[in-house]
């Protein structure tokens, strides 16, 4: 069936460096992809989405680049921080429904 | 504040006794939604409302029920809990596309 996934369950990253974090979606029917990031304890936390028309959109210290030719999407984090230390999920969002991934889990190292 | 409550944020209930999960919302969203959290499996959409009165299924609805009555609440009704309804619930907020989405802080179901 159609899904949203991610490529790797866990990411260690040194403070400082950049990180990319990726995933691979099936349904090429979707609306918008999207991330979150959800720290321990909390719900998640919207960061930044891409319409399916786009390659690329950046925000503050994130990029989100999509290709849609092999179907994978990913988030780029400039100058890792420990804050940035959570567990990262793409979606999509295909007609009002959301999909999520498993989640990747980010860690910073100090 | 903007702000996403969720009330109870714990619940240990037994099977079969029926329970509802409030969710409320100030920012005049029309989109609300409802997940579970596994481990493992990720998020997963119970149900989605894009305005009062409009409900429809996500992934997993079967066991639960909705209603969208007003705008700011959405409740989560379970009539009839069992074990594998245990997880961790989450109410979330939108605009009217649903990508940009609120998170409540969580309520955290065990159904013995």
């Known amino acids: 069936g159609e899904s949203v996934g991610l490529h790797l369950p866990t990411l260690s990253v040194q403070e400082g460096d950049n990180s990319i974090i990726n995933c691979a979606y099936s349904n090429s029917a979707s609306d918008y992809f999207i991330w979150y990031k959800q720290e321990s304890g909390k719900g998640p936390q919207f960061i930044i989405d891409?319409?399916?028309?786009?390659d690329k959109r950046q925000g503050q210290r994130v990029t989100v680049l999509l290709n849609k030719t092999v179907k994978h999407l990913s988030l780029q984090i400039a100058a890792t921080q420990p804050g940035d230390s959570a567990v990262y999920f793409c979606?999509?969002?295909?007609?009002?429904?959301?999909?999520f991934g498993a989640g990747t889990t980010v860690t910073v190292r100090a | 504040e903007a702000q996403v409550t969720q009330n109870p944020r714990y619940l240990i209930t037994v099977t079969g006794k029926k329970l509802t999960v409030t969710c409320s919302q100030n920012m005049n969203h029309e989109y609300m939604s409802w997940y579970r959290q596994d481990p493992g499996l990720g998020l997963r959409q119970i149900y989605y409302?894009?305005?009062?009165?409009?409900?429809d299924k996500g992934d997993v609805p079967e066991g639960y029920k909705v209603s969208r009555k007003e705008k700011r609440n959405f409740p989560l009704i379970l009539e009839s809990p069992s074990p594998n309804q245990t997880s961790l619930y989450f109410c979330?907020?939108?605009?009217?596309?649903?990508?940009?989405?609120?998170f409540g802080p969580g309520t955290r179901l065990t159904v013995l």
């Open positions: 409302s894009m305005n009062v009165e409009v409900t």
């Open positions: 979330a907020t939108g605009l009217a596309g649903g990508n940009e989405q609120f």
């Open positions: 891409i319409r399916s028309n786009m």
């Open positions: 979606a999509e969002i295909t007609d009002y429904k959301l999909s």
